[in-house]
């Protein structure tokens, strides 16, 4: 009924640029919160970035100064911009979205499937 779908992931040097989109379709009345995590073999699904419907933004330490969020309410579509970086960064990103679909009155979380971002020399 809901379905988010990451893109953008890929191969990138260190130093390079990334830019993710997700895009949230289906039957959804309302979308509260939308966020990006990240998650490495062997290690806890982490927050990357988040941003709020009045479009408050919050980030991981880890990232601050080179990442940057927005969201398209009117597309029901997040970003994330990706700039300077480093092999840490390398993981698979998800999109979450705390969202409310027309046939519940309560707000629940939903996942995309991921998209795989790597960056190596």
């Known amino acids: 009924q809901v379905q988010l779908v990451e893109s953008g992931g890929g191969l990138v040097q260190p130093g390079g640029s990334l830019r993710l989109s997700c895009v949230a379709s289906g039957s959804i009345f309302s979308i509260y919160k939308m966020g990006w995590y990240r998650q490495v073999p062997g290690k806890q699904r982490e927050l990357v970035a988040s941003i709020t419907n009045s479009a408050t933004p919050n980030y991981a330490d880890s990232v601050k100064g080179r990442f940057t969020i927005s969201r398209d309410n009117a597309k029901n579509t997040v970003y994330l911009q990706m700039n300077s970086l480093k092999p840490e960064d390398t993981a698979v990103y998800y999109c979450?979205?705390?969202?409310?679909?027309?046939?519940?009155?309560?707000?629940?979380?939903?996942w995309g499937q991921g998209t795989q971002v790597t960056v190596s020399s």
């Open positions: 979450n979205a705390l969202l409310q679909i027309r046939t519940t009155i309560t707000p629940n979380v939903y």
